[in-house]
């Protein structure tokens, strides 16, 4: 056992947000001497083995870090690292195009890098989501037993100064689960940008996607030529206007008349004349004619 590893045995175990969890009572070691787990008592809970990697020796007290932040940083740093090297790639190619063809191996390489990181990714968001649905049940009780010594100080069964140290306690713990929440929503975010950044580098952009396209339509068969100028209405007869001046005809448009079909067309009868003193006597069988028409 290395000697700068003893000195945690026998010292506090606490949180990142200084809440006392237990105190290390001994080590677990590989055959070659390394520590694998770390043994805290925690209480009523009972022994803890805790990996090695989560704890950090600060003085007295040994900080506990969580296995969700571990794992998270952990992804965080090798995407961070596996993108500056695509991009690095991406611009040696640009300036040498002799190095194309060997790039692609490595540009492959990376590629699969980014894929393994995926899979780790969902496992960790996973890991994420189900803290924070602890953190919010340990919020909730947190406040339920505020409200409940609030409620026994109102009803004289314990004194303002019990109520006090509760509530004090209470906020302390409601603090820690605020700044983790906090935390957690941040590595999210993180991972989140890290991943527009990983399509970015990945899939080709929409300027490249419009110039393919556009040399496309002007490589692709030009469409047969479409008769653009439609043919001129037939021109009839002028047709005599009845309008006083020219102007008034010439805003109307000008409507072709209809072919004339041959068929019979019927005459309509004449009107009768009125009866005057003069046809009355050409006439004599109609001069009666008006006299009739105002009787009926």
Not at 13 to 38: A, L
Not at 209 to 229: G, H, K, R
């Amino acid at each position: 056992m290395p000697h700068d590893d003893i000195d945690i045995i026998g010292k506090n175990v606490k949180d990142m947000y200084g809440t006392f969890m237990g105190k290390v009572i001994g080590t677990i070691t590989d055959i070659d001497g390394s520590i694998q787990t770390v043994g805290v008592d925690c209480g009523s809970q009972g022994l803890q083995q805790i990996q090695f990697d989560q704890l950090v020796s600060q003085g007295d007290v040994v900080i506990f870090i969580p296995k969700w932040r571990l794992d998270s940083q952990r992804l965080i740093r090798e995407k961070q690292l596996t993108l500056r090297r695509l991009k690095a790639l991406i611009d040696i190619v640009s300036d040498n195009d002799d190095m194309k063809e060997d790039a692609e191996i490595i540009h492959e390489k990376y590629k699969s890098k980014l894929v393994s990181l995926d899979e780790t990714e969902s496992q960790i968001k996973t890991k994420l989501e189900g803290r924070l649905s602890e953190l919010d049940e340990q919020l909730k009780s947190a406040k339920m037993l505020v409200f409940d010594a609030k409620l026994q100080h109102k009803s004289d069964e314990i004194s303002a100064a019990t109520f006090e140290t509760v509530k004090t306690c209470a906020n302390q713990l409601i603090e820690h689960i605020t700044h983790e929440t906090a935390e957690i929503s941040n590595v999210q975010k993180r991972i989140l940008d890290l991943n527009v950044e990983a399509q970015n580098a990945t899939v080709p952009s929409q300027q490249v996607l419009q110039d393919s396209a556009v040399s496309y339509l002007d490589n692709s068969e030009q469409p047969p030529n479409v008769q653009a100028i439609l043919p001129e209405a037939p021109i009839n007869e002028p047709i005599t206007s009845t309008f006083d001046s020219p102007s008034e005809a010439e805003a109307l448009p000008t409507v072709p008349e209809a072919p004339v079909q041959a068929e019979a067309v019927t005459p309509f009868p004449e009107p009768p004349q009125q009866v005057t003193a003069e046809n009355s006597k050409d006439k004599p069988d109609d001069n009666d004619w008006l006299a009739r028409m105002e009787a009926q």
